[in-house]
């Protein structure tokens, strides 16, 4: 799950936002987010969705699966 982590804080960092705005956006916690991009957590579906709709990629894109 690498690669989830490393997309996740790259396109919060494209789109300016800090975890906290992210977080609004998609409605999870800010220690949602940092657990995801620290590796410590992997999102479940629900959140892999949110983020895919809020960035306007595909899941699997953020899973790598795809470019």
Do not use: C, H
């Amino acid at each position: 799950m690498e690669i989830l982590k490393e997309k996740i804080k790259e396109l919060r960092i494209e789109k300016g936002l800090s975890q906290t705005a992210l977080a609004k956006n998609i409605g999870f916690s800010q220690n949602a987010i940092s657990q995801w991009e620290s590796g410590k957590r992997v999102p479940d579906a629900i959140a892999v969705k949110a983020l895919a709709k809020f960035f306007g990629v595909s899941a699997d894109y953020l899973l790598g699966l795809e470019n």
